[in-house]
């Protein structure tokens, strides 16, 4: 049994961070695993994927707390994948998608969040080497890391864009009958 001058901390502690509820913990790590498991069937279409889409709208859902599906996501990248210096990267690399969508979250036009979506999948290489400009030498590294990767960066901005674009209203209308209103 806790002491009674811990009480009225415990209580000024859990109003200043509020508790998921279960329904809430439940739907947060379906939607981090979605984000892994359509990633991994997309796989084979190299940075093709529904990532950006998925998190985007888990943050007009569930705002700051698309986190958690993102937590949840990382971690099954490094679970299945390895834990390596790209994985480290994932940490706030998709925290960035979140901070930017919050920002807009209000927003209800597909092209806008296409748009973001598009624009993330080109600065997701350069943010992505960004722990490489320490390990392996500067900006030369950086800089021939980043070249490198243009035109796969081109690939994940067009399929960002077309992938948003297109499935952003029908996946939003899903998710407001499985979820409720955003």
């Keep these: 049994m806790s002491s ?11 109003a200043s961070h509020p508790v998921l509820s279960i329904r ?3 739907l947060l790590s379906l939607l981090g695993a979605l984000i892994f498991a359509t990633k991994f069937a997309l796989a084979s279409l190299p940075n093709i994927n529904l990532n950006s889409l998925l998190i985007i709208l888990t943050v007009v859902f ?3 707390k698309a986190l ?10 490094g679970l299945v994948f390895g834990f390596s210096v790209w994985w480290f990267s994932y940490i706030f690399v998709w925290p960035v998608l ?11 036009s597909p092209l806008l969040w296409a748009v973001i979506a598009g624009a993330y999948g080109l600065c997701f290489g350069p943010l ?4 490489y400009f320490f390990i392996n030498g500067g900006w030369e590294m950086y800089f021939a890391m ?8 081109l690939v994940h901005c067009g399929g ?4 948003t674009l297109v499935l952003y209203r029908p996946l939003h209308a899903l998710l407001t009958r499985l979820v409720g209103n955003s």
Excluded at 4 to 14: E, M, T, V
Excluded at 69 to 76: C, E, F, H, K, R
Excluded at 98 to 108: G, I, T, Y
Excluded at 160 to 163: H, Y
């Design 68 to 77: 958690y599906s993102v937590g949840v996501y990382i971690m099954l990248e």
């Design 98 to 108: 979140v901070f930017v969508a919050m920002l807009f979250r209000k927003n209800e």
């Design 128 to 131: 992505m080497y960004i722990p």
């Design 62 to 64: 569930f705002g700051w």
């Design 4 to 14: 009674p001058s811990r009480r009225p901390a415990d209580r000024a502690n859990r």
């Design 160 to 163: 960002n864009f077309v992938l």
């Design 24 to 26: 809430e913990i439940a």
């Design 146 to 153: 980043w070249v490198n990767g243009i035109p796969f960066d």
